[in-house]
């Protein structure tokens, strides 16, 4: 009699497993597709990753060796971005071993549900110092562009010190169990900290995209005859660049706004374009490899006559060529920009006598 209530009392338990097991599949998403989804492109991005930083060092060494001021700050920025993105796939191997291979066999799903795991954890906090160090090389190369003033970078560091805030708290949140991602003050932080990134790179790249395009323009006034702007191959390419990651954002966070789960395994890719873009700005800068003519290379056509109201006439041909066709991603471009500018202001100056 006893035995058989024990074998009843087994029995009852292993439908109640069963019934448990089945409302668990049913309730939970299919986590172990999209992750493993996620992360087979993930692995394909940092494959191109490892390939341009390869590229990016090579420009960067040379650079190095020229003594251009920059090299420092971008080979070591570039250093750092790659780590990070390597240790976000070791990461990512990391947890595919723990949810396939070490985990009770289909209970891949169950694994990634757990987005407070201390994996999971350590993922966005390396999105998040991944994004940081992007955003301050952005706001780098404003600084540069712009001749060092210091006025034109105070709203973008203000915006990245928001953005930073902003992804602590929902960070912090999001550790707290019981919480759902979709929870309204998570929801608030992670909008805020996606909006503030989009409105830097969108803004920061217009701005340095908007003086390039300005010094090109200006380039009538000392007699540049060429209907193209020398500076639109620097320009598009950082328009292009910048472009990558701001898309792969804006579907990162429609996912988060649909309510879809695979937002979180959109991460993993966002991770290795946000290391690939600066680094394919120095490569495809560094190498040549932009739209339009080379801006290092610029003939001046001026007419004396515009310069001397005076009845002679005689032309003046002005070449400006350097020997080498590196780049440092916007810092060589700042230094043609001062000069332009001061060989504007004396052709301006002889125009009016030297009257100011």
């Keep these: 009699m006893k035995i058989k209530v024990l074998e009843a009392q087994l029995l009852s338990r292993y439908l109640c497993l069963l019934q448990a097991r089945a409302m668990a599949d049913v309730l939970v998403p299919p986590f172990d597709i999209m992750f493993l989804t996620g992360i087979w492109i993930e692995t394909l991005l940092y494959g191109v990753n490892m390939v341009v930083f390869a590229a990016a060092i090579f420009v960067l060494a040379r650079m190095y060796r020229d003594r251009k001021a920059s090299a420092t700050f971008l080979l070591l920025t570039s250093v750092l971005l790659f780590s990070l993105s390597t240790v976000y796939v070791a990461v990512c191997l990391r947890q595919l071993l723990e949810a396939f291979i070490w985990g009770p066999p289909g209970q891949a799903s169950l694994y990634f549900s757990n987005v407070r795991d201390r994996l999971s954890l350590t993922k966005l906090a390396l999105y998040d110092l991944n994004i940081l160090i992007q955003d301050m090389i952005l706001i780098w190369r404003m600084w540069v562009v712009y001749s060092n003033r210091w006025v034109v970078i105070i709203l973008p560091i203000l915006m990245e010190l928001g953005r930073v805030s902003a992804a602590i708290y929902a960070l912090r949140l999001g550790a707290i169990?019981?919480?759902?991602?979709?929870?309204?003050?998570?929801?608030?932080?992670?909008?805020?900290?996606?909006?503030?990134?989009?409105?830097?790179?969108?803004?920061?790249?217009?701005?340095?995209?908007?003086?390039?395009?300005?010094?090109?323009?200006?380039?009538?006034?000392?007699?540049?005859?060429?209907?193209?702007?020398?500076?639109?191959?620097?320009?598009?390419?950082?328009?292009?660049?910048?472009?990558?990651?701001?898309?792969?954002?804006?579907?990162?966070?429609?996912?988060?706004?649909?309510?879809?789960?695979?937002?979180?395994?959109?991460?993993?890719?966002?991770?290795?374009?946000?290391?690939?873009?600066?680094?394919?700005?120095?490569?495809?800068?560094?190498?040549?490899?932009?739209?339009?003519?080379?801006?290092?290379?610029?003939?001046?056509?001026?007419?004396?006559?515009?310069?001397?109201?005076?009845?002679?006439?005689?032309?003046?041909?002005?070449?400006?060529?350097?020997?080498?066709?590196?780049?440092?991603?916007?810092?060589?471009?700042?230094?043609?920009?001062?000069?332009?500018?001061?060989?504007?202001?004396?052709?301006?100056?002889?125009?009016?006598?030297?009257?100011?």
């Design 177 to 356: 169990p019981h919480i759902s991602v979709f929870e309204p003050s998570i929801y608030c932080g992670a909008i805020a900290t996606w909006t503030l990134d989009l409105a830097l790179n969108i803004g920061v790249t217009s701005c340095i995209a908007y003086k390039l395009w300005t010094a090109g323009r200006s380039l009538k006034h000392i007699g540049f005859t060429r209907s193209k702007n020398p500076y639109t191959g620097i320009m598009l390419t950082i328009i292009e660049s910048g472009g990558i990651f701001a898309t792969a954002t804006l579907i990162m966070v429609s996912l988060y706004f649909s309510g879809n789960y695979a937002f979180d395994a959109a991460t993993d890719s966002v991770v290795q374009l946000a290391t690939i873009t600066p680094l394919l700005i120095v490569v495809r800068v560094g190498l040549g490899l932009q739209h339009g003519i080379p801006a290092n290379t610029m003939t001046f056509e001026v007419d004396s006559s515009d310069l001397y109201s005076s009845s002679r006439s005689q032309g003046l041909r002005v070449n400006i060529s350097e020997s080498q066709n590196t780049f440092d991603d916007g810092t060589t471009a700042a230094i043609e920009l001062e000069r332009l500018e001061s060989s504007t202001t004396s052709v301006r100056n002889v125009k009016t006598g030297g009257v100011q």
